[in-house]
């Protein structure tokens, strides 16, 4: 297998990966407080991250330079994590997954205004066609629901979630100082545990643990380890192998993962209709990942 299609694989397995936590959040978001479990989420996932970081070389002196940037980075990866399970209470996983699609659009818009960063009109075209798919799937298909902007409210406070993500990717370039990927990362997840918790001590001191249901810690840690630290690794081999591009079309594809995650836990699927701004995701994915054509005339 080369380099270029183990990427695409790893990013399939990403995209699964991350698809379950709409699935199995959705199960258990009135069972636990979002911030009890996301706090207990961080913790997990940064002992798992630090192992690896012991493991590679430890943590250097350096890596403690400004602590703010791993406070700001930290805060709004637990705003994202928070909201979604919070959205997840009453947004269904489809819907829920629909709004993740639109990181991609946003995304864009804040590298612009951070980082001068500047999207191909292709690309363009493509986070446009998904961001209609997606918005199709949030508002049930229905006209009559998009043009009078009637969104539900799950949708809506997963979507103030999104923005925080969306914001979190530009701002790691622009404070990362030459810190590793891994290192960076777990300033990032202890901070993040150290805000949750603090925030979130009253839920998690009046949380009875021992008599969470087995779901619960099962998705606890599914979130904690499938979709945080075994997609980071994934995501990081990926972005060794495959352009940014690629990378980030792979965003299209947690919808349709989702259904699966609902068919195979017998939660059934959307109304046909719905499924069509699915495939809007999907086509924006195929867009995204069509090779670039670049023609070099001769001098």
């Not at 805060?75 to 009453?90: N, Q, S």
């Not at 969306?166 to 891994?182: D, F, K, Q, T």
């Amino acid at each position: 297998m080369t380099p270029t299609a183990q990427g695409h694989l790893a990013m399939l397995a990403f995209s699964a990966l991350v698809a379950g936590s709409f699935s199995l959040g959705s199960m258990v978001a009135n069972e636990i407080d979002p911030a009890a479990l996301t706090a207990v989420r961080f913790l997990i996932a940064g002992l798992a991250i630090g192992a690896i970081a012991c493991a590679t070389g430890g943590i250097p002196r350096e890596a403690t330079r400004a602590p703010w940037r791993y406070l700001v980075l930290g805060g709004l990866f637990a705003t994202y994590f928070v909201l979604m399970f919070e959205g997840l209470k009453t947004a269904s996983p489809v819907s829920a997954a629909a709004v993740f699609t639109l990181n991609p659009l946003m995304t864009a818009g804040f590298a612009w205004l951070l980082l001068r960063q500047v999207t191909t009109p292709r690309m363009a075209v493509a986070l446009s066609i998904g961001a209609v798919g997606a918005l199709w799937v949030v508002f049930r298909a229905d006209l009559g629901r998009l043009l009078a902007l009637q969104v539900g409210w799950g949708e809506m406070i997963y979507f103030v979630g999104c923005i925080a993500h969306a914001l979190y990717a530009p701002m790691v370039r622009l404070l990362n100082r030459g810190e590793s990927a891994i290192i960076f990362s777990l300033g990032t997840i202890i901070a993040g545990f150290l805000l949750v918790g603090g925030w979130a001590l009253p839920a998690i001191l009046r949380t009875d643990w021992l008599a969470l249901s087995w779901l619960v810690w099962f998705t606890i840690f599914y979130v904690a380890l499938a979709a945080s630290a075994i997609t980071f690794v994934l995501l990081q081999f990926s972005t060794l192998r495959l352009p940014s591009a690629k990378v980030l079309a792979y965003t299209y594809l947690t919808p349709s993962w989702v259904l699966l995650w609902e068919l195979a836990l017998g939660n059934g699927v959307p109304p046909l209709l719905i499924l069509c701004g699915v495939g809007m995701t999907v086509v924006a994915l195929i867009l995204l990942l069509k090779d670039e054509e670049v023609k070099v005339q001769a001098a």
